[in-house]
């Protein structure tokens, strides 16, 4: 015998009733939810389109998988919250991982183990890793319908690296080397736009223009008739992509740092501030003001808009309540855009918070940050895959009924609650029998995403 079955064992009893393992519940796995993604996939083909630009140099008479299969392998490993290519070395017999790929899933053959997914991951070029991001692009321009005005939200956030990277850099903030990625989701539905893997190091204002310009034009294909709004931290508050977006009929909204010059234009704003607030009860006060500037860089004004706030804080070495003292904090935001001072800064600009949500999403459960690889081009590659497992995800959260407390859950959550679910595979001649366990309290929930993500028979 080769497949040796281990023997059954007793555990103490339960009410005087015997307890006894076996090992013959069949075949099994512990992510039923692949049942979901595969939909998803079906339904958005995220992998397809990833899988189409991906360079294929292999013999074709050799071939035992295809690329689809495995860059859906992979991705779906991902979403199930297998961070490594090696965990597939497991996997590759997973029965219902196999269903998710296109294969049957007793008689069909095992599928590709970590060496086969190492090398596809160092197979592109550096323009065919780029291709990946434009296909990812596409994916978004394709699948979200705009409306008459969109916001794209940008920045970035530090993972660290462990070991001998490219593109690796020192942060003196973070105190390790790493890199900074660039993120850019799209504000409306909270899908990924694009990720791209950079130096940890503020960008240069000719990186800004750069991704601003290659993804509008992108987008353009996509989204002939839409005014695009870029909204970003004072990192991307550059100058030459103001002048790109002013020149080419685009809106923003950036954060802006302060300076002498800025603050003296608020400084009677400020002063009547510190009056009020000092009449007022209340422990903080604030108010807004609008205005034009033009720093020494830039060829024309631009309209700023200011938040101040006024408070009590401690002097520095009190520890009593009456040490204190009172003090303005000025926020600026320079802006494109037409409305009030409040409406862009509290409504607009602010809204960006929820941009943190996203990456974390992306980077904390999806794991992007594992880019553990030496070659900064299969890092790159990788970050494209994680971000193909973000669109699976987001496509199965998109499928719960919105009163459905999961309608709004992470995707962590969602993993825990609809993925990690374990599920007995029977194979037969003409049909293949999934079963979920009796007691799985999501059952209605998960045969509810399920239909909704298959195409309709009618």
Avoid at 40 to 64: F, H, S, T, Y
Avoid at 274 to 290: C, E
Wanted: aromatic content about 6%; proline content about 5%; glycine content about 6%.
């Amino acid at each position: 015998m080769t497949d040796d079955t281990p023997l059954p064992f007793d555990l103490p009893a339960v009410h005087r009733k015997k307890l006894t393992v076996d090992f013959d519940g069949g075949t099994q796995s512990s992510d039923a939810g692949l049942l979901l993604l595969r939909e998803a996939e079906r339904k958005l083909g995220v992998c397809r389109r990833l899988a189409a630009a991906m360079p294929d140099r292999r013999d074709p008479d050799r071939i035992l998988h295809a690329m689809f299969e495995m860059v859906m392998e992979r991705v779906s490993a991902i979403a199930c919250g297998y961070k490594d290519a090696i965990d597939l070395d497991r996997l590759r017999h997973d029965p219902l991982m196999k269903v998710t790929v296109g294969r049957c899933p007793e008689t069909g053959a095992p599928l590709a183990s970590q060496s086969t997914i190492s090398r596809l991951e160092n197979a592109p070029s550096k323009t065919e890793a780029a291709r990946l991001s434009v296909a990812l692009l596409d994916q978004f321009g394709v699948t979200v319908k705009p409306g008459r005005m969109e916001i794209l939200d940008i920045d970035d956030t530090f993972c660290a690296a462990h070991g001998g990277q490219q593109l690796a850099f020192w942060n003196a903030h973070e105190d390790e080397r790493g890199f900074a990625s660039m993120h850019i989701y799209h504000v409306a539905t909270g899908t990924p736009v694009a990720a791209i893997l950079r130096p940890a190091r503020t960008p240069k204002g000719t990186e800004v223009r750069t991704v601003v310009k290659h993804v509008t034009k992108r987008l353009r294909k996509h989204w002939p008739h839409t005014r695009i709004v870029w909204r970003g931290d004072g990192h991307y508050g550059r100058v030459e992509a103001m002048e790109w977006a002013e020149d080419n009929g685009e809106d923003y909204i950036f954060g802006l740092a302060g300076n002498t010059v800025l603050d003296a234009m608020v400084a009677k704003t400020a002063d009547n501030l510190r009056f009020h607030h000092a009449k007022s009860s209340q422990p903080k006060l604030r108010t807004y003001a609008s205005f034009t500037y033009q720093a020494g860089s830039w060829k024309q004004p631009r309209k700023v808009v200011a938040r101040l706030e006024c408070s009590l804080q401690p002097d520095a070495g009190e520890t009593t309540s009456t040490g204190m003292r009172q003090e303005v904090d000025i926020r600026y935001v320079v802006t494109s855009l037409k409305g009030s001072a409040q409406h862009l800064y509290e409504n607009v600009y602010c809204q960006r918070g929820q941009m943190e949500n996203l990456i974390k999403l992306h980077k904390a459960q999806l794991a992007s940050d594992r880019m553990s690889c030496h070659s900064a081009t299969a890092n790159q590659v990788r970050l494209a895959l994680h971000t193909a497992a973000f669109w699976l995800m987001h496509g199965v959260r998109a499928a719960i009924p919105q009163t459905d407390p999961l309608a709004k859950a992470e995707f962590a959550t969602i993993r825990e609650r609809l993925i990690k679910i374990g599920a007995r595979v029977i194979e037969h001649l003409a049909r293949i029998r999934i079963q979920l366990p009796t007691s799985y309290p999501e059952g209605a929930l998960f045969r509810a995403v399920a239909l909704r993500l298959a195409p309709s028979s009618g």
